[in-house]
């Protein structure tokens, strides 16, 4: 009796699991590697969130336009952006937040997502922070690569 508790509480954590990784839509694929090369007339940004415990995804527009792929927690992406003021922005259930960049051809930029909880709603806030390379290069070692979706 007690085996076949432990086997069908098994079987639904396993369910439950598949389930969720499944619905997330997460392609993390390899570990964080630096760009060698930058394109002409482009700067590079990295926008990255590093892994927390309540995982989360949105979108990131720049210029009003969104990219893709949609930010995850624990994930980075590459974004070449055109020479000017830039501006990346995140929604996520009506709640918003954005933070403007002058990018320069060849120089690179680091743009950390999170997700602020509300202690009493529970729901979360998009937050978009520049970091300095310094820092932030610390932090994005521990993310990995999010494929197109």
Same mark, same amino acid.
């Given at each position: 009796?007690?085996?076949?508790?432990?086997?069908?509480?098994?079987?639904?954590?396993?369910?439950?699991?598949?389930?969720? $990784?499944?619905?997330? !839509?997460?392609? +993390?694929?390899? /570990?964080?590697?630096?760009?060698?090369?930058?394109?002409?007339? %482009?700067?590079?940004?990295?926008?990255?969130?590093?892994k927390k415990k309540q995982g989360f995804s949105y979108r990131i527009n720049v210029n009003h336009s969104p990219?893709?792929?949609? $930010?995850?927690?624990? !994930?980075?992406? +590459?974004?070449? /952006?055109?020479?000017?003021?830039?501006?990346?922005?995140?929604? %996520?259930?009506?709640?918003?937040?954005?933070?403007?960049?002058?990018?320069?051809?060849g120089e690179t930029y680091f743009v950390e997502g999170s997700l602020k909880t509300g202690f009493v709603t529970?729901?979360?806030?998009?937050?978009?922070?520049?970091?300095?390379?310094?820092?932030?290069?610390?932090?994005?070692? %521990?993310?990995?690569?999010?494929?197109?979706?």
């Amino acid at each position: 009796m007690k085996t076949t508790r432990i086997f069908v509480k098994n079987i639904v954590i396993g369910a439950f699991l598949a389930i969720s $990784l499944n619905l997330s !839509g997460q392609k +993390i694929t390899t /570990a964080f590697q630096e760009v060698k090369e930058i394109p002409k007339g %482009k700067g590079l940004v990295y926008v990255y969130s590093v892994k927390k415990k309540q995982g989360f995804s949105y979108r990131i527009n720049v210029n009003h336009s969104p990219v893709k792929p949609a $930010l995850y927690s624990g !994930g980075y992406f +590459i974004y070449y /952006a055109d020479l000017g003021y830039n501006t990346l922005s995140s929604l %996520k259930d009506g709640k918003k937040d954005s933070v403007q960049i002058g990018i320069r051809e060849g120089e690179t930029y680091f743009v950390e997502g999170s997700l602020k909880t509300g202690f009493v709603t529970g729901t979360g806030t998009p937050v978009l922070e520049l970091v300095n390379p310094a820092s932030a290069r610390k932090r994005i070692a %521990k993310c990995k690569l999010i494929a197109d979706d």
